[in-house]
């Protein structure tokens, strides 16, 4: 009897090594309809996930994505939380992709990412909503608004901070933007006053932020466990203030919340109360956190070549010495006139590379220069690997914005520039980052200089990061 059930025992676990086997065959041995794209998807379920996650302190593409470009060419397949991907370092491929959103492709992130900003968050929606929304957000950060509003109130803000900065022996600036834009932006869109409020709403959004882009498990004490608290924190003052304003019929429209307020009372809403949250958390934490990890950098960068800093001043002092009174608040005109400075910007996003993947979804087989992707893989386009090929941009570590001169004005993306996405989907703030990040060094370098106290080192895990922060002390010109 014992003999018997040793036998079966070990019949049993013979089975399952056997079908664990097969399983695992079958993980890095996918069915396709073609030839797949080179590559490893590593363990099961796990993938190569813990390599993709992996620091990078430099500005250069992650040793994740370089690795296999030399291996497999720019484009190859991985596994990223347990969803096989086709990464595309191929500008080809990346317009390709961009060109063919809503046919061939649609947007898509992993399911970590779409618990972190919501289900019903505007980068998962398509179609005609995705549309209504898109034509919504241009009412408050088109050109239209930023010209008769927004760069009145960013010139305003920066002064302001700046001379607050000024009073300080030292401000960490990349906190301290953010602050900034955070206060800026949240009153347009939910009316946010910090000093009239008891819920510190942009603690809880940088508590999200800190675990955004972090190894998804959710266990207290870990970033995601942080990330995930954060959002709710700040799902809960969302829904109580739109609790309040539902309540109340006779509200007078202040902010963008209102708008959408509005839009669900009509007989027949085109968005869900959930849909109107999601896009309420998306916008408060995309206004602020880019843009500031960008104009951080670019200080840090202008800091560090004076070449250039020397440059764009002289461009700025012009604008100032051409007033009635120098002291008077920027133009759209003045704006529209800053040359150099738009060279400056785009040479910082380029090398900022604040967005480090944009994922979306092949819909049925698609066959690019040999390879298959498979309906319903994921696709990773892959900025940085562009941004920062020799191929394209020569130095391409080297700040140089003298390397615009004479392009043509990007107003989407292209094969060799999508720092602020592309296609359909191309980002519907970037002409208010733009102006943002003009505005502020504009204020800086006309009035201040500064001097680096400590940190400033980066990080990309793989977001872009200063985990010492960037401490400097300003220096009001005489």
């Known amino acids: 009897m014992e003999t018997l059930v040793c036998v079966a025992l070990w019949a049993v676990t013979l089975a399952m090594v056997m079908a664990s086997i097969m399983w695992a065959y079958r993980w890095s041995h996918p069915k396709a309809n073609g030839r797949l794209p080179p590559g490893s998807l590593g363990f099961p379920l796990l993938g190569e996930t813990l390599q993709f996650f992996a620091p990078n302190p430099t500005c250069d593409v992650s040793p994740f994505v370089k690795e296999r470009i030399n291996r497999y060419g720019a484009i190859f397949k991985t596994s990223i939380v347990g969803r096989p991907v086709v990464v595309s370092a191929d500008p080809d491929l990346n317009y390709y992709v961009f060109q063919q959103e809503g046919k061939l492709f649609q947007s898509w ?20 909503i995705y549309k209504y929304l898109k034509t919504l957000i241009l009412r408050l950060y088109g050109q239209e608004n930023l010209r008769a509003v927004l760069l009145a109130d960013a010139d305003r803000s920066c002064r302001a901070s700046l001379a607050s900065w000024a009073s300080r022996p030292s401000v960490e600036l990349k ?55 954060g959002r709710k924190n700040a799902m809960k003052v969302l829904k109580k203030m739109m609790g309040e304003r539902m309540a109340d019929p006779g509200r007078r429209s202040e902010d963008f919340f209102d708008v959408l307020i509005e839009e669900l009372r009509r007989e027949k809403p085109v968005m869900t109360e959930a849909v109107a949250l999601d896009l309420m958390f998306v916008l408060l934490f995309a206004s602020f956190e880019t843009t500031a990890l960008a104009l951080t950098l670019g200080i840090k960068l202008l800091g560090e070549n004076p070449r ?70 994921g696709v990773m386009v892959c900025p940085p690997a562009v941004h920062l090929n020799p191929e ?26 999508m720092a602020f996405g592309g296609g359909l989907r191309f980002c519907v703030g970037t ?3 733009k102006v943002l990040m003009a505005t502020f060094i504009h204020c800086l370098v006309t009035k201040y200089s500064w001097r680096t106290v400590k940190g400033g080192n980066i990080v990309r895990t793989p977001g872009l990061s200063f985990p010492d922060g960037f401490h400097v002390q300003l220096f009001p010109k005489t």
């Open 109 to 128: 992130y992993p399911d970590t990412f779409t618990e972190i900003f919501g289900r019903d968050n505007v980068g998962s929606l398509h179609g005609f």
């Open 175 to 229: 906190d301290a933007i953010s602050t900034m834009i955070f206060d800026l932006t949240a009153k347009k869109l939910i009316s946010y006053e910090p000093s009239n409020s008891s819920e510190n709403l942009r603690k809880n959004f940088m508590a999200f932020i800190r675990g955004l882009i972090s190894f998804p498990v959710d266990i207290p004490g870990t970033a995601y466990h942080e990330c995930m608290q």
């Open 308 to 377: 250039v800093l020397e440059a764009l001043t002289e461009e700025h002092e012009a604008i100032a010495r051409n007033r009635k009174d120098s002291d008077a608040a920027l133009t759209w005109a003045e704006y529209k006139s800053m040359t150099f400075t738009s060279m400056v910007t785009l040479e910082i996003v380029r090398l900022a590379n604040i967005v480090p993947g944009i994922f979306r979804k092949a819909l049925q087989d698609i066959e690019f220069k040999g390879y298959t992707i498979p309906a319903g893989w």
């Open 392 to 417: 394209i941009y020569e130095d391409p570590l080297a700040f140089n914005p003298w390397r615009w001169q004479d392009k043509v004005e990007i107003t989407g993306g292209t094969k060799h520039f």
């Open 431 to 433: 002409d208010l980052s």
